[in-house]
């Protein structure tokens, strides 16, 4: 069965760095998604990716977060100058088409902010 | 502001009962509402609903929603233990936001 992939699975950062979390999506599906969990809280959308561009986005994702699809197949999250609070589990998904219900979910890359 | 509420936020019942955990949203431009189980990492998708009063059924898994009351149920039957997870409600507020709750966390006792 088809999956999605992200590395690393676990990141520890020192606050003020930058970390970039990789997601290999599904290679027929076009839409991405960024989620995180913060532990103990509940699932939050970030960003969903189209076309090559941002095609929606939370008021989460402010100008320290961006994301890219550098190549046919990784696509990325870069949080800048990361700070306590952005410690949290990552969920890249991906889908054929703009269907969250047809969404696969990556295991996820837990952030530790220290 | 978007939301989605769930409740109740935990449940301990014993295998063999019957649960029904209830989601109600109030989003902008809602276009479905999702359920998922989260286990240990990612959520897993159970049911998207679209319209209201039609149930989707999945083994002993059912839900239905209500667009008129801004809910959803969904129902478990006949629980075991392997049923134990966080349930998770999300509702697509279409173009703007994928909204989702704060769980409902069921253990189901041997």
């Known amino acids: 069965e088809p999956e999605v992939t992200q590395t690393p699975s676990h990141q520890v950062t020192q606050m003020g760095q930058e970390v970039i979390l990789r997601c290999v999506p599904i290679s027929n599906h076009l839409y991405f998604y960024w989620y995180r969990q913060i532990l103990g809280q509940k699932v939050e959308f970030l960003v969903s990716f189209y076309n090559n561009e941002i095609s929606e986005k939370s008021e989460i994702f402010d100008d320290q977060f961006s994301v890219e699809r550098p190549d046919g197949s990784n696509f990325t999250l870069k949080i800048r100058s990361t700070k306590l609070e952005d410690s949290a589990m990552y969920f890249c998904?991906?889908?054929?088409?703009?269907?969250?219900?047809?969404?696969?979910f990556g295991p996820g890359t837990r952030l530790t902010v220290l | 502001e978007d939301k989605v509420v769930q409740s109740p936020l935990s449940l301990v019942v014993h295998e063999g009962d019957t649960v029904t955990l209830n989601c109600s949203y109030e989003?902008?431009?809602?276009?479905?509402l999702l359920w998922y189980k989260q286990e240990k990492k990612a959520p897993t998708f159970l049911f998207m609903l679209t319209s209201s009063g039609i149930e989707k059924k999945s083994g002993r898994l059912s839900s239905i929603l209500d667009k008129k009351e801004l809910f959803s149920i969904l129902n478990i039957t006949a629980t075991q233990t392997g049923d134990s997870a966080v349930y998770l409600c999300?509702?697509?507020?279409?173009?703007?936001?994928?909204?989702f709750g704060p769980g409902t966390r069921l253990s189901v006792l041997p």
């Open positions: 989003v902008t431009n809602f276009r479905s």
């Open positions: 999300a509702v697509d507020n279409y173009g703007q936001n994928f909204v």
């Open positions: 998904a991906s889908s054929e088409i703009r269907d969250f219900g047809t969404q696969y």
